[in-house]
């Protein structure tokens, strides 16, 4: 059981360059998030889906657009990229939004270096 | 408003003391749930336990125990003989039932490190 699997671990862009993070899950969750933590930020919401085919911005969603391309997999996009988004991302599913107990689960995280 | 403060931005210990890592929530809500991640130096997030507004009883887990108090609005964590495996940020998060996405709203985090 893998989880939530994010890809790349790593990545450099320099500025204007474009770029997708890929994040898939395997626990039938159906919703999941785009985190970005920053040092002494702690985790700020990027973008949510609560269910495939639905997608809601979080407290940073400028310079992102996302996908939710079925029940496992959703994806962050980068369409130019800028310094200011380096940063490391954190995928998360969960169950349900009614389950409200329930935990987040992250994947391993993206570290993202914009030059 | 929702918001989480962990004021401890630092904790240096060495082996075996106890350690307390503080947080304050803020909400309005009457429903919330609180939880506690680790993220070790390897940088993934641990899920480590939630608690619901309506359970004040503290959970003890090996070491690690949690204390719970509504009057005060804390939700802190304690370590007994802490070992250098604790070594981690421990991030305190709250999600209020009413939130519309669902979303869990953390602290800043507090940077451990346990001295052998």
């Known amino acids: 059981n893998a989880g939530v699997t994010q890809t790349p671990k790593f990545q450099v862009l320099k500025t204007g360059q474009s770029m997708t993070l890929q994040c898939a899950q395997d626990m039938n969750h159906n919703s999941m998030y785009w985190y970005r933590q920053d040092p002494g930020m702690g985790l700020r919401l990027i973008y949510y889906?609560?269910?495939?085919?639905?997608?809601d911005k979080g407290e940073v969603p400028n310079g992102y657009n996302v996908s939710r391309l079925n029940k496992r997999e959703f994806s962050l996009r980068l369409e130019s990229a800028a310094p200011s988004q380096t940063s490391v991302y954190f995928c998360?599913?969960?169950?349900?939004?009614?389950?409200?107990?329930?935990?987040?689960?992250f994947g391993n995280g993206t570290r993202l270096t914009v030059t | 408003a929702q918001k989480v403060t962990q004021a401890q931005t630092e904790i240096s210990v060495v082996e075996k003391e106890d350690v307390t890592l503080d947080c304050v929530y803020e909400t309005r809500d009457t429903t919330y749930y609180l939880f506690w991640y680790k993220q070790p130096p390897s940088g993934e997030l641990v899920f480590l336990i939630r608690r619901n507004s309506f359970d004040e009883q503290n959970e003890i887990s090996g070491r690690y125990s949690w204390n719970f108090q509504k009057s005060t609005s804390s939700f802190n964590f304690t370590i007994t003989a802490s070992q250098v495996v604790d070594s981690a940020v421990y991030f305190c998060?709250?999600?209020?039932?009413?939130?519309?996405?669902?979303?869990?709203?953390f602290g800043r985090g507090t940077q451990l490190t346990v001295w052998p």
């Open positions: 998360a599913s969960s169950e349900s939004r009614a389950s409200y107990n329930s935990p987040l689960h």
């Open positions: 889906s609560a269910s495939e085919g639905t997608t």
């Open positions: 998060a709250l999600r209020n039932r009413g939130s519309t996405l669902g979303r869990l709203y």
